[in-house]
């Protein structure tokens, strides 16, 4: 059993050719578009159709085309019906096809936006030369096969294949040279379903087939559609390398951008002046002409990129720019290193002034070490290496040249992580203060080391730092990192121990994974933390009240407090903090929409900036598709990271992206913090919405009457500002009810609303500080996502003999099976209750391998979900059988996981990276109302030491339509991907 059906993380690994020339997309925001179990039926209509002709292929998930792209090798791409897709593969589609390689397609496919939108035109609409129209709904009853169509599908292919919806998208061809494989017909007569135009049902353009209708699904249950799809696909890869017009391809999307930015204006008319709007629709109309013009002559590949950097411009002044919005950037150590001299230091700021940005959180304290010669003098932090030349101390520098040009500094400092893959001076200087886990490891899975959380002395150590910070140098805020745990795994050093069992009575060495004291032991480690971040706020409240408190987080929650023991959400609730910085560094626009829907729930106690990762991005157009959301969700600020991914601004950095669209668009107009002092807020907040009101009056949506009315509230607000904040509050909602009575234009009315909910919400956690003075702390409660059992299952041992004759793999029980004893009947995986199929496992082993047998009851053997496909194919999402085995438990992150279908499929991983294939052979049989499975396993591949106890576990999927039973031999209490809950197997 997975944990999702698409993989969590990526591995940098070498692609092996595999011989598939054939790549089936299997794109995750379609998934979550249809849902897991209609993407299902789609993609096994379209690997059950590649099997109909023994095509060979190779699934290509979201996270294989983010970082490697689309293989070389692949000369066929199968979209199926994949409709929603991200920018990025977008982009990787795009590459394939400029390649000149093939799709097939269909429906929907490419039509929409990640978020479920419909584009103008399929993304693939120019390479076939096709052009969206609508869905339909009507007598779209048989798919009339042309002369053209026969030559692909083959001659035997009936004139007419009856079509069971009835309905679907339906499209214009814009290419001259595009063939009709189908035509859609009313009957079996040949009566036309639509207009001629309209009429197509399959086509064949320059790069490759594409059907309206979703043949892909239809296909899991009729072969007459398998053969369409697999006829299609061998006639593709037939077919040489397509030369691509890019310059005519590029020209068609510009015209297309064009078109959506002239309504783009429209839209946005209301809340810009009359002088704009009409500048911008001169700059999108002298585009148009530009266009016009290139069409005409033979034009070069530089002045159609010339006229989309243009066309970028214009449509970045459509942007919303804020006059009250944080804008941060993560002034890492590189950056500050490789500038070398105070001067080009002065430039870097410079720089990031002129993008309007108003936060800088310079690096100060980094990896156990300091860049400032002060700091390093007074607290004990060692000062690094890469700053003993430098003269000047490049904090004072960065604070001078910063406030110069009315920016705020916030000194970034690492607090319990003192050391990133290699050694750091701070190690030696103090070794009875590192962290460590069970096995006394001091480097965690990421390669940190940390100090540990419960020694008073390293607690005080960077306390004190923080301190001498905040007092000594003229810093407007304070940016924490770091203040976690590395992992669950880490804390069990040897004060850490000592001090858990004096509180509490219990070693944290023997709690098991689900228990009771699992809970207490979460919580006082949570606890560490918290009152860490707690009595930083509190000591440096005491030496300057008005300094920013933040923290750097993690995206989720959930995640942070299972993990890393950061409990944001209780520091926010608490005011512990005044900002939090989550880092939502996130390549795909929709994991980014995720955990900021999870972050909005606190925004109403702290002031939340999303942190944005340059690193994780392609160009300036998805972060500013990334801001844009940001923006959309009403977070008051955004931060970027780091300096060091800005274009120019670190010259070792090989990947970097230009934000320069920044001063043109979202950050146009200069911007105060949203922090800021509040006599600050209030006004810029008048100066933004008498903007507002000036340019609804100039266009119409206000009269003047109204205007005078609502210069007049506005004059009574600033009288009421000198009452203070709760006044300010009041009349701002006062304000809203009387605009929905008094202004007449409805437009209008809802712009000035959305105004000052915009204001209300930055001044919430203002408010919300307030209301907290003089309460008592609110307690941290158990993780709602944490499973506890009262009554634990103890963990299964089995003992298991090595033999000198193995088995034949072949599916059939050799002699030396019977010797062996079955374990007992497998539980449930949630509840440990004695799974309804029986259920189990004999296993012995020889000098190298593991011979597992399965046997596994089936009253219903020729009902069984089978999921048929090549190695690695998710046979896990039908009847099979599972392998875990963790050779080494002080290696948490590195467990193997062999999946076998009932049929004999292979899907195998580390953890939940299945790039990785290992020597493993299996075979299944069936036999009377059972079924069984054979498996050897290499074990010398993954390092199993046969002198030592091993943690396995072996779990069954039993599939009945589209809902699954789990077993297990080992319970695990949910996902089998627990290698807490493993068993332990014994070589006798």
């Known amino acids: 059993?997975?944990?999702?059906?698409?993989?969590?993380?990526?591995?940098?690994?070498?692609?092996?050719?595999?011989?598939?020339?054939?790549?089936?997309?299997?794109?995750?925001?379609?998934?979550?578009?249809?849902?897991?179990?209609?993407?299902?039926?789609?993609?096994?209509?379209?690997?059950?159709?590649?099997?109909?002709?023994?095509?060979?292929?190779?699934?290509?998930?979201?996270?294989?085309?983010?970082?490697?792209?689309?293989?070389?090798?692949?000369?066929?791409?199968?979209?199926?019906?994949?409709?929603?897709?991200?920018?990025?593969?977008?982009?990787?589609?795009?590459?394939?096809?400029?390649?000149?390689?093939?799709?097939?397609?269909?429906?929907?496919?490419?039509?929409?936006?990640?978020?479920?939108?419909?584009?103008?035109?399929?993304?693939?609409?120019?390479?076939?030369?096709?052009?969206?129209?609508?869905?339909?709904?009507?007598?779209?009853?048989?798919?009339?096969?042309?002369?053209?169509?026969?030559?692909?599908?083959?001659?035997?292919?009936?004139?007419?294949?009856?079509?069971?919806?009835?309905?679907?998208?339906?499209?214009?061809?814009?290419?001259?040279?595009?063939?009709?494989?189908?035509?859609?017909?009313?009957?079996?007569?040949?009566?036309p379903s639509t207009s001629y135009e309209d009429n197509c049902a399959v086509v064949l353009g320059k790069s490759g087939i594409f059907f309206s209708e979703n043949v892909f699904a239809l296909a899991l249950g009729d072969y007459i559609f398998q053969k369409l799809i697999a006829n299609a696909t061998r006639y593709l890869l037939d077919l040489p390398p397509t030369p691509i017009d890019v310059i005519e391809i590029e020209l068609s999307k510009v015209e297309n951008n064009i078109k959506e930015m002239k309504n783009e204006i429209e839209r946005i008319q209301p809340h810009v002046t009359k002088e704009r709007y009409f500048s911008l629709l001169n700059s999108i109309n002298e585009l148009e002409k530009r266009l016009r013009d290139v069409k005409i002559k033979e034009s070069s590949m530089e002045e159609v990129s010339k006229l989309k950097e243009d066309l970028k411009i214009v449509r970045s002044y459509t942007f919303p720019s804020d006059k009250i919005e944080t804008r941060a950037v993560w002034l890492d150590y590189s950056a500050i290193a490789q500038a070398k001299t105070p001067q080009n230091l002065s430039k870097i700021i410079n720089e990031l002034s002129d993008l309007n940005f108003n936060l800088l959180l310079p690096e100060i304290i980094y990896q156990g070490r300091t860049i400032s010669k002060t700091l390093s003098e007074t607290t004990g932090y060692p000062l690094s290496e890469l700053f003993e030349e430098w003269e000047e101390d490049p904090l004072q520098i960065i604070i001078s040249e910063a406030h110069k040009r009315g920016m705020e500094v916030h000194p970034w400092v690492w607090t319990f992580a003192i050391a990133h893959t290699s050694p750091s001076p701070m190690m030696y200087l103090h070794p009875e203060w590192l962290e460590k886990d069970k096995f006394g490891n001091i480097y965690s899975e990421s390669q940190t080391v940390w100090l540990s959380h419960s020694n008073q002395e390293a607690r005080n150590f960077i306390k004190n730092a923080i301190l001498f910070l905040v007092n000594e140098f003229d810093v407007d805020g304070i940016h924490l990192d770091y203040l976690r745990y590395a992992s669950d795994y880490m804390g069990y050093d040897e004060c850490t121990i000592k001090k858990f069992f004096q509180e509490s009575g219990i070693d944290p060495l023997t709690i098991e994974k689900y228990s009771p004291e699992t809970v207490t032991w979460q919580l006082w480690r949570e606890n560490l933390v918290t009152s860490f971040v707690q009595e930083i706020y509190r000591e440096v409240k005491k030496i300057k009240p008005k300094i920013i408190v933040s923290v750097a987080v993690g995206p989720s929650l959930s995640e942070s407090r299972l993990k890393y023991k950061q409990n944001w959400g209780n520091w926010a609730q608490n005011r512990y903090v005044d900002v939090l910085f989550p880092m939502d560094y996130k390549s795909s626009l929709e994991d980014l929409e995720i955990v900021l829907e999870g972050q909005k729930n606190y925004s109403r106690y702290v002031h939340i900036y999303p942190g944005l990762a340059a690193f994780a991005l392609k160009n300036e157009d998805e972060m500013m598709r990334q801001i844009k959301v940001v923006k959309e969700k009403g977070f008051p600020g955004v931060a970027i990271f780091s300096t060091s991914y800005i274009k120019n601004l670190n010259p070792t950095t090989t990947k970097t992206i230009d934000l320069s669209l920044l001063k043109t668009g979202y950050f146009r107009e200069d911007a105060i913090t949203a922090h800021a002092p509040t006599k600050g807020f209030f006004e810029t907040f008048i100066e933004e919405i008498e903007d507002s009101i000036v340019i609804l009056q100039e266009n119409g949506f206000l009269t003047d009457e109204e205007t005078k009315w609502l210069k007049e509230k506005i004059k009574n607000i600033l009288i009421w500002n000198k009452n203070g904040i709760v006044n300010f509050w009041q009349q701002l909602s006062a304000l809203k009810i009387q605009i929905a009575s008094n202004i007449t234009n409805y437009d209008a009315s809802i712009i000035l609303i959305e105004e000052i909910y915009k204001m209300m919400d930055i001044l919430r956690p203002i408010l919300y500080a307030k209301e907290r003075e003089g309460k008592a702390p609110i307690k941290a409660t158990k993780p709602p996502e944490m499973v506890v059992v009262e009554n634990l299952i103890p963990l299964p041992k089995m003992q298991i003999q090595k033999v000198s004759t193995p088995p034949v793999i072949d599916g059939e029980i050799d002699n030396i099976w019977e010797e062996i004893e079955w374990s007992n009947n497998f539980l449930t995986n949630d509840r440990g209750e004695p799974f309804p199929f029986e259920t189990k496992v004999k296993a012995f082993y020889d000098e190298n391998y593991l011979y597992v047998l399965f046997s596994c009851e089936e009253p219903a053997l020729y009902e069984m979900k089978v999921i048929e496909g090549p190695r690695d194919t998710r046979v896990y999402l039908g009847d099979s059988v599972e392998v875990f085995i963790w050779p080494d438990e002080s290696v948490p992150s590195k467990y193997y996981h062999y999946v076998v279908s009932a049929n004999g499929t292979i899907y195998d991983e580390i953890m939940l990276d299945s790039r990785w294939n290992g020597h493993i052979k299996a075979a299944t049989n069936k036999l009377k109302e059972e079924w069984i499975a054979e498996l050897k396993i290499d074990l010398q591949e993954i390092g199993v030491d046969v002198s030592k106890i091993t943690r396995v576990n072996f779990t069954r999927n039993r599939w009945k339509g589209d809902a699954a039973l789990y077993g297990c031999w080992s319970c695990t209490y949910g996902s089998f991907h627990t290698p807490e809950r493993f068993g332990y197997l014994e070589f006798l």
Do not use: C
């Open 1 to 191: 059993m997975k944990k999702g059906i698409m993989f969590l993380f990526f591995v940098l690994y070498l692609v092996i050719f595999l011989g598939a020339e054939v790549g089936v997309l299997v794109s995750e925001a379609s998934e979550n578009f249809y849902g897991p179990s209609s993407y299902q039926t789609i993609l096994e209509g379209t690997l059950r159709s590649l099997e109909y002709r023994n095509i060979e292929y190779e699934l290509l998930d979201t996270t294989i085309v983010n970082n490697i792209g689309i293989p070389d090798y692949i000369k066929v791409l199968i979209l199926h019906d994949n409709a929603s897709l991200t920018e990025r593969e977008v982009s990787e589609i795009e590459a394939f096809l400029q390649r000149g390689g093939k799709i097939l397609g269909g429906y929907e496919a490419t039509l929409r936006y990640s978020d479920g939108k419909i584009r103008s035109n399929y993304i693939v609409g120019p390479y076939l030369g096709i052009q969206y129209s609508n869905w339909e709904r009507g007598e779209y009853n048989y798919m009339r096969i042309t002369e053209e169509g026969k030559k692909v599908f083959g001659e035997e292919m009936p004139d007419y294949i009856k079509m069971p919806r009835g309905f679907t998208f339906t499209f214009k061809t814009i290419d001259p040279e595009v063939k009709r494989l189908a035509e859609w017909s009313k009957d079996s007569e040949g009566n």
